[in-house]
T-cell receptor, first 113, second 111 residues
Framework: AQKVTQAQTEISVVEKEDVTLDCVYE???????LFWYKQPPSGELVFLIR??????QNEISGRYSWNFQKSTSSFNFTITASQVVDSAVYFC??????????FGPGTRLSVLP | DGGITQSPKYLFRKEGQNVTLSCEQN?????MYWYRQDPGQGLRLIYY???????QKGDIAEGYSVSREKKESFPLTVTSAQKNPTAFYLC??????????FGPGTRLTVT
């Protein structure tokens, strides 16, 4: 069975603080893909990153970074020096090869000025 | 510009009426999906289609119907059999194993 857990329902930080969003996944497959999406107040989900199960290299894109650890089945997302525009709901998702997406419940991030 | 369009953005209907939500993509993706999102909740899969003229039920298909007559179009009909149709509906498309791209969504309110 596939499952994605985002234990943090809501997080509030003050602008310029760093914040990490946790994602833990469950799968029995050896080939799978992990994703992060951002859903701003407008509602549209915006794709942020995809990672496949064979690539455990961490990735940095500007203020965003992702830490993929197969040993703990985690794919955490860190925003450095957060900004008000980062306020959104963030979803972690898992896709086994050839199957549909499974989304986590989401984490609502509020960045206060 | 390539992308996914959903129309209308807001839709209001009376209880007992069927309503069809539009989803069009020009990304040349084979697969298309419909999700439902309720306030404060995650996404739940309604229907998906891997190729034209074929579609499968997702986790919450009851009360919904779809068609896939063209690669670029995947309309969703919310029927009167859907007991709680008020929700935010998101359409997405993807290529094989890769990420899904989402449309802007349609907020349906049924009174």
């Amino acid at each position: 069975a596939q499952k994605v857990t985002q234990a943090q329902t809501e997080i509030s930080v003050v602008e310029k603080e760093d914040v990490t969003l946790d994602c833990v996944y469950e799968t029995r497959d050896t080939t799978y893909y992990l994703f992060w999406y951002k859903q701003p107040p407008s509602g549209e989900l915006v794709f942020l990153i995809r990672r496949n199960s064979f690539d455990e290299q961490n990735e940095i894109s500007g203020r965003y970074s992702w830490n993929f650890q197969k040993s703990t089945s985690s794919f955490n997302f860190t925003i450095t020096a957060s900004q008000v525009v980062d306020s959104a709901v963030y979803f972690c998702a898992l896709r086994n090869y050839g199957q549909n997406f499974v989304f986590g419940p989401g984490t609502r991030l509020s960045v206060l000025p | 510009d390539g992308g996914i369009t959903q129309s209308p953005k807001y839709l209001f209907r009376k209880e007992g009426q069927n309503v069809t939500l539009s989803c069009e993509q020009n990304l040349n993706h084979d697969a298309m999906y419909w999700y439902r999102q309720d306030p404060g909740q995650g996404l739940r899969l309604i229907y998906y289609s891997q190729i034209v003229n074929d579609f499968q039920k997702g986790d919450i298909a009851e009360g919904y119907s779809v068609s896939r007559e063209k690669k670029e179009s995947f309309p969703l009909t919310v029927t009167s059999a859907q007991k709680n149709p008020t929700a935010f509906y998101l359409c997405a498309s993807s290529e094989s194993r890769y990420e899904q791209y989402f449309g802007p969504g349609t907020r349906l309110t049924v009174t």
